[in-house]
């Protein structure tokens, strides 16, 4: 863990309008998966507008590294099938913590980050100053499928021992 910059805590909050893939609609989860690690959501069954609102955490070893995510219908009896597929680029995030800002009133937007044919943002996306910590919302388009988008956000931690990103 000797090269461990720090811990991102990815909140994936809900999907919306996500494609059809049983009879008359989904039973969708989340995979989350970066530089060799993998991380899931619950699967939320009869639905294609899910409430995750899951927690996971992943280790930063190297900024560049993009994290990807796939959306599943699970089935019990067969293959998941998958409903898209979208990928955050942290970079942008990580620039404003090294901005080393402080005492920021909260609600403070610090940067915004446009939609764009690299990105998979479906809409304009604000890291923001909350109480001591910065907080960047996305609304993520799904790829390779015909609708839907997740929703997410990301936070920065610093545990103990780590060379963190300044």
Known sequence: MENLLGLLRLRVRRGINLAI?????SDPCVVVTMAGQKLK?????????????????LSITD?????????YDRDTFSADDKMGEAEIDIRPYVECLRMGLEN?????VITRVQPSRTNCLSDES???WDDGRILQDMFLRLRNVECGEIEVQIEWINPPGCKGVF
């Open 21 to 25: 893939r049983d009879t008359r609609s």
């Open 41 to 57: 959501t619950r699967v939320i069954n009869d639905t294609c507008n899910p409430e995750w609102n899951d927690e996971l955490t």
């Open 63 to 71: 900024i560049n590294v993009p994290i990807n995510l796939a959306v």
């Open 104 to 108: 920021l009133p909260t609600g403070t």
């Open 126 to 128: 604000c890291c923001v």
